[in-house]
């Protein structure tokens, strides 16, 4: 069963990218803190296609996207990887003074960081970066976990460290979506990709 404790951690919903050998990579993460002045760190997943790429590179890119982000940025991002994709070919970007790729669209602002410490934690590793350019780029609220969870409907797959696990469920064949329930709710219709119950197949 799911200890309800993990349901009231509440943090940023960003997206992370980096680039090495000229290769952009990228993933949404719910694990960034500021640690100290001018420093962050994210946890991130090693199965992740972005953490290989960080770790070659020494470099990752924060971007704070807004509550209204497209739901196709959070489903290739946050579901699918770049092992299998270009995630940036679809999506309008730039690069910044490293050749970080960062999305132009519905972000709020951007911390470019040099890696400058890392932890093995297990699953993850923790990088803890140090900013070289920093962009507030529009006034509008950002996306968080309770909003992401409550307002957009979407759930926490495995590679976020702060999921619950071990809970039963359901896997979108089309998106990856998790729907963290025994029972399929009457009228069920995919948060990300709009499809219906025939294409959940138990996870
Ligand atoms: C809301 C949300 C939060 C996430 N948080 C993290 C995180 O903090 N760390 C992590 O490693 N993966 C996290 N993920 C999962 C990755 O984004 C996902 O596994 C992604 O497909 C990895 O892509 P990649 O293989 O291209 O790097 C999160 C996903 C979502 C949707």
Same mark, same amino acid.
């Given at each position: 069963?799911?200890?309800?404790?993990?349901d009231k951690l509440d943090s940023l919903v960003?997206?992370?990218?980096?680039?090495?050998?000229?290769?952009?990579?990228g993933c949404i993460v719910n694990s960034v803190s500021q640690v100290a002045g001018g420093k962050f760190s994210i946890a991130m997943n090693k199965d992740n296609h972005t953490c290989e790429v960080i770790d070659k590179s020494g470099l990752f890119t924060i971007m704070l996207p807004t509550q209204?982000?497209?739901?196709?940025v959070i489903a290739d991002f946050g579901m699918k990887?770049?092992?299998q994709l270009n995630k940036f070919a679809s999506m309008p970007h730039?690069? &910044?003074k490293k050749g970080v790729p960062y999305l132009t669209q519905d972000i709020a602002a951007r911390f470019a960081c040099r890696v400058t410490d890392k932890l093995d934690v297990g699953s993850h590793i923790l990088f803890i970066g140090t900013v070289y350019e920093v962009e507030d780029r529009m006034d509008a609220p950002v996306l968080t976990t309770s909003y992401y969870k409550s307002v957009k409907e979407g759930q926490l797959p495995k590679n976020a460290p702060a999921t619950s696990t071990g809970e039963p469920g359901w896997r979108c064949t089309v998106c990856?979506?998790?729907?963290?329930? &025994?029972?399929?709710?009457?009228g069920?219709?995919?948060p990300i990709c709009g499809r219906g119950p025939n294409m959940l197949v138990k996870r």
């Open positions: 069963m799911v200890n309800k404790a993990y960003a997206i992370v990218s980096s680039v090495a050998d000229g290769k952009p990579a209204d982000v497209a739901a196709q990887s770049g092992h730039i690069k &910044d990856g979506y998790i729907l963290e329930s &025994d029972e399929i709710p009457d069920f219709k995919c």
